[in-house]
């Protein structure tokens, strides 16, 4: 192939409904910023390295961001594979319900009628804060509770939110897609990203100290609808050929940087600069990921991809997001640092012993729970769809936060 020929490389594109290994790595990568944001932003540094450490860290926040695109991108490949198919609502409701309702429920089953909270709370008063919410959890609500809060409030399980967005999402979606034409799709998903962001804009606006901007799901559904609108491009009703998607990925970037260049000089309007931003990240991230399923060449780059290490964390991503915030936020509160570091006499030492240990116990702990538990559901998967043709194609299981910013 002429890898200088526009036309040659576009031609050996792979084509939709192929399994990508690459997109494991996607999965790994945006679970690894998460783990990042909440495992070394909570640290408090005492140094300069380390405020530089836990600055970076911050960032880990898009990987929620590129868990949505991501999201948007597989439930809609799905479902226009599906479209015409029968029983095209039983199988997706059903598969999803598999991949994602056991492991929640059985989360908010432990932590609301096993542990004996009443006991414990002794030892934790903001169990029962927790408890005092999970009329709101069970349902998928956790957003719309902290959307009118100034923090990230509900010990634990704030992050759920993340998870309560994907939820909506899945519910609705497949009417959009089964209602709508392809081309009424793609201009869909470009008026639900647009009126999103004006979302955003507007609350930041009104109410800058609330979350509504961030958690809300009509707020939030850019990201998971740009994936969509790259999901709906590759399958022909728009031409991504090789220099198209390059100069739309390389002006998405540029973007990012501007808005944030705009947002260090004036932060006064940070309420349009940041959140024109995570639209710009969300097209940026949904370049990145049409190129690693689709694109023939970028060989160093997907090679990365199909890392070992990085498909690993891809494939418990969806535990390692419910486990490690629940892990996290006992570390927040009772942080093993200062025993550390009277073990290891260096406060960057202890504080990087503890994040190895809140990754590894969430790893591990992730494992179990998808080889002993959450496996015996998703092998039920196969019987509400053609197994065959399920296993040909581009995964099902996006994590839900995955299977899902800033403090999830």
């Not at 405020?51 to 880990?60: E, F, I, M, S």
């Not at 599906?82 to 319900?97: D, E, L, M, S, V």
């Not at 190129?291 to 890392?307: D, V």
Request: glycine share 8%; with cysteine.
């Amino acid at each position: 192939m002429d890898a200088t020929n526009p036309r040659a490389v576009a031609a050996s594109w792979r084509t939709p409904g192929k399994f990508v290994p690459e997109l494991d790595g996607v999965r790994g990568l945006a679970i690894l910023g998460v783990m990042a944001l909440h495992f070394c932003g909570e640290i408090t540094p005492t140094n300069l390295a380390e405020r530089a450490l836990v600055k970076v860290a911050g960032y880990g926040l898009w990987g929620v961001d590129l868990f949505f695109v991501l999201s948007g991108f597989l439930i809609t490949g799905i479902l226009l594979e599906a479209k015409g198919r029968p029983h095209y609502f039983r199988n997706f409701y059903i598969r999803r319900t598999l991949r994602i309702f056991p492991l929640y429920y059985a989360v908010l089953t432990l932590l609301f009628v096993v542990l004996p909270i009443g006991v414990l709370a002794r030892y934790d008063a903001s169990l029962l804060e927790m408890q005092a919410t999970q009329g709101w959890v069970w349902p998928y609500l956790t957003n719309y509770y902290l959307g009118s809060q100034t923090s990230f409030s509900i010990p634990y399980l704030s992050h759920f939110w993340s998870l309560a967005v994907e939820e909506h999402f899945y519910f609705l979606w497949p009417m959009v897609i089964l209602l709508l034409s392809r081309r009424g799709a793609l201009w869909g998903c470009v008026l639900f990203s647009a009126t999103a962001l004006a979302l955003r804009m507007t609350f930041e606006s009104l109410a800058p100290d609330m979350l509504y901007a961030g958690v809300l799901t009509p707020c939030r559904l850019d990201g998971l609808c740009i994936g969509a609108w790259f999901a709906i491009a590759a399958r022909g009703s728009v031409s991504l050929n090789p220099a198209r998607l390059g100069a739309m990925t390389a002006a998405a970037f540029a973007g990012v940087i501007g808005v944030s260049l705009w947002h260090v000089f004036d932060p006064q309007l940070d309420a349009i600069s940041l959140q024109l931003r995570t639209t710009f990240l969300a097209i940026m991230f949904g370049g990145c990921i049409y190129a690693a399923a689709y694109h023939p060449g970028l060989t160093r780059s997907r090679a990365m991809l199909r890392a070992p290490w990085l498909r690993m964390f891809g494939k418990y991503s969806y535990g390692l997001y419910v486990f490690h915030g629940l892990i996290s936020y006992v570390l927040a509160a009772h942080p093993l640092i200062p025993v550390l570091q009277t073990v290891v006499h260096n406060h960057m030492v202890a504080a990087a012993i503890q994040v190895a240990i809140g990754v590894g116990l969430s790893l591990l702990i992730s494992v179990v729970s998808y080889e002993y538990f959450e496996r015996r559901f998703l092998e039920l998967k196969d019987r509400f769809g053609d197994s065959a043709k399920t296993a040909a194609r581009v995964p099902s299981n996006a994590p839900i936060l995955t299977d899902s910013p800033a403090a999830l």
